[in-house]
Structure formats: structure tokens, C-alpha cells
């Protein structure tokens, strides 16, 4: 495996152009937060008095602020240290937003499915995406710290219409997709400009949940540019169709185990 990831770093740094996949395999541990024993309180009150459960999101939106998943981050840390310097560009169905915590350009992301950073009308009434409760997030924090009750919350809504306000992510009633669209329109500028260009690909942990977004196209890209090369990390599903031929490179691993080795050794 150390012999891979000494390849990868080599056709890294000869290539013109790197283009990253970021799926549900390299995610935030969200069993961080399931293990925590006041989580596991609070779990316990919102089973009885399921009206609040639109705090769980807020709960995990606290988690990620943290950085609390330290493989994750050293992970995020050796990716760096391969795409950097590079022109590159990050396309991530990850939603735990850690893609825009470890300095890479945030005009070179897209995260297509959304994540914490903005929030929305449940059914985007006016289009447009809303501002994060900051206010909301402290009292659950303060919640989450004993020093206010479940009576003391209540579900922040849309201004507009009174409906209820969400973090903009796929699955609210009717996704915002202003979150992403121009940076999709950059993305898709940029992999015009892959043709004929060398090309370095690299997935990690896409897996088949929504693999219109970055799997399929992915293999697209290599089948039509010759002088592309994909590494698809996965624990299980990193299979490669047999037209990408010599390639491509399939990685049996967690994309997290497969980076931080690489970075430690
Ligand atoms: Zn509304």
C-alpha cells in the first residue's frame, strides 16, 4: 500500500490537473457524537417528545465545529499535502463541511448535496439561502450544557412564511440549490479545461448512494482523456469498470486508513 500511495504523490506532482471526489466513506465519524454520554441523554429526551429533534442537526453542527474527528483531520491534512500547490478542484457529497476547514481554496469546492454552512426556508418560499442560526446554535449548545431545558428552544422558522427553517442540505422539503450552483458551473468551466491535460483523479469513499454526482462522470472522464489516471479508494466498492484499462487504480481501503498511512510513513 506504501508503494501506491508513493505513486499517487508522484503522479501528483506531474500532473497539470487534479480533480478530487469526496463521498460517504471520508466523512465525519458521526459515532464521535453518537458515543458521547450527554448525546446519549438528549437522544433519550427527543425519543419521548419528538417535536425536537430538529435540534439534532444543530447538535451535530457543534460536533463538526469542534473538529472532534482527529483521523479525519490528518487525513484532510495529507490530502493537502498532495493537492495544494496544484490546480485542483473538490467535488464532495460529504455534508459534515470539513472539506472548508483545512485551507484548501473554497472557490476549487462544491458540495452538490450541501452541508451546515447556510440554511433555508423548508420550501426556499423566496429562493434564497438564509444565514445560520448562530443564535439558535448557542442555545442548544447551552441546552447540550445543562444550562437551559428543551421548553427553553423552540424550532426556529422562515420569516417569510413561517415554515420551518433548515440547514441547506438534500432531503429538506425543497432543496435551495443556489448553495451550490455557481460553483458547479465554475466546476464544470474547469473539467473543460482537463481535456487533452494531464489528469490526476482521485475518490475517496464514493461509494453507489449518488454515484451520478461524482462516480459515473468520473469514469467518463478517464474513459475520453488518455492522459488521465483515476485512484478510487474505497472499502468495498473501489472496483473499476475494464475499459479504463491501465488507468486506473483500485484501492481496497478506508480512504481515512489509506491518507493517514500515507502521511506517517
Ligand atoms: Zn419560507
Given at each position: 500500500m506504501e508503494q501506491i500511495f508513493t505513486e499517487l504523490e508522484e503522479r501528483c506532482k506531474e500532473a497539470d490537473l487534479i480533480l478530487v471526489g469526496i463521498g460517504e466513506?471520508?466523512?465525519?465519524?458521526?459515532n464521535i457524537l453518537q458515543q458521547d454520554e450527554r448525546y446519549q441523554e438528549i437522544e433519550k429526551e427527543i425519543d419521548a417528545r419528538e417535536?425536537?429533534?430538529?435540534i439534532v442537526p444543530f447538535l451535530q453542527k457543534l460536533w463538526i465545529e469542534k473538529k472532534a474527528d482527529m483521523r479525519l483531520n490528518k487525513a484532510y491534512e495529507a490530502l493537502s499535502k498532495l493537492i495544494s500547490d496544484k490546480n485542483y478542484f473538490i467535488i464532495s457529497t460529504?455534508?459534515?463541511?470539513?472539506?472548508?476547514?483545512?485551507?484548501?481554496?473554497e472557490d476549487r469546492?462544491?458540495?452538490?448535496?450541501?452541508?451546515?454552512?447556510k440554511m433555508q426556508c423548508d420550501y426556499n418560499c423566496k429562493s434564497e439561502l438564509l444565514d445560520v442560526d448562530y443564535e439558535m446554535l448557542g442555545k442548544v449548545k447551552s441546552y447540550y450544557n445543562k444550562e437551559?431545558?428543551?421548553?427553553d428552544l423552540q424550532e426556529p422558522t422562515c420569516d417569510q412564511c413561517g415554515q420551518k427553517k433548515r440547514?441547506?442540505?438534500?432531503?429538506?422539503?425543497?432543496?435551495?440549490?443556489e448553495g451550490y450552483l455557481s460553483q458547479w458551473e465554475k466546476y464544470t468551466k474547469w473539467l473543460q479545461g482537463t481535456v487533452n491535460k494531464k489528469l490526476c483523479v482521485i475518490e475517496l469513499g464514493?461509494?453507489?448512494?449518488?454515484?451520478?454526482?461524482?462516480r459515473w462522470p468520473f469514469e467518463k472522464i478517464i474513459l475520453y482523456n488518455q492522459k488521465s489516471h483515476i485512484y478510487r479508494i474505497h472499502s468495498s466498492l473501489y472496483q473499476l469498470g475494464e475499459n479504463v484499462g491501465d488507468r486506473g487504480t483500485s484501492i481496497k481501503e478506508k480512504p481515512v486508513d489509506f491518507l493517514t498511512k500515507g502521511f506517517v510513513k
Open positions: 466513506e471520508f466523512q465525519f465519524n458521526w417535536e425536537y429533534m430538529w460529504a455534508i459534515d463541511d470539513s472539506i472548508y476547514q483545512h485551507g484548501f481554496r469546492i462544491v458540495s452538490p448535496v450541501g452541508g451546515f454552512r437551559l431545558t428543551l421548553n440547514f441547506n442540505q438534500l432531503g429538506v422539503t425543497k432543496y435551495a440549490e464514493v461509494g453507489l448512494e449518488m454515484p451520478n454526482i461524482i
